[in-house]
């Protein structure tokens, strides 16, 4: 079974793409944004990636995730599952294809400080950004059954990589 889409080389335009939808997200969150930051794969030059912008909104709090919610509605986005509690995701296609994942956590959520670390220790450590890219490749290679097993096989190369820059 697929992906959600084709791993593939880094792409320079990925920066520029995350850019526009930041632009496009602000205003949904008002004065309850504390930040947005573009994470996962597409965030480091060099990262094979999925072509799905990652994008991490932290917020002072969310008393009106509902609220947002339709407004992201209107701008292409729909509720995916939460990754743990606090961690709320949406996603975004384009013509069937998908394009963007949000994720909006309170600024304090221990996801943001998991995200912000792991993203900044591939951006300058080439050898762990190599070997990641070596095991996105083999598991999307040896997929079986769709995105649920490819993240499932990512997560404990993920856990030690955050364990280790923890300890730093």
């Known amino acids: 079974m697929p992906l959600t889409s084709k791993l593939t080389n880094y792409n320079a335009q990925w920066p520029v793409q ?47 995730l509902d609220d947002w919610k339709d407004r992201l509605e209107l701008l292409g986005y729909r509720r995916g599952g939460d990754i743990v509690e606090g961690h709320h995701f949406f996603k975004r296609d384009v013509g069937g294809v998908r394009t963007h994942k949000l994720h909006v956590c309170e600024k304090e959520h221990p996801q943001v400080r998991r995200m912000l670390k792991i993203r900044d220790h591939l951006r300058t450590n080439a050898k762990d950004c190599a070997t990641y890219a070596a095991l996105k490749f083999r598991l999307e290679a040896e997929n079986r059954t769709g995105i649920a097993e490819y993240l499932v096989g990512k997560s404990p190369f993920l856990d030690d990589l955050y364990d280790r820059c923890d300890a730093d």
Not at 46 to 63: F, N
């Open 18 to 64: 995350f850019e526009a939808e930041a632009k496009r997200l602000r205003p949904i969150f008002g004065n309850r944004l504390v930040a947005i930051h573009h994470v996962g794969s597409t965030a480091v030059e060099g990262l094979a990636a999925k072509p799905e912008i990652d994008v991490l909104v932290t917020v002072a709090d969310r008393e009106v």
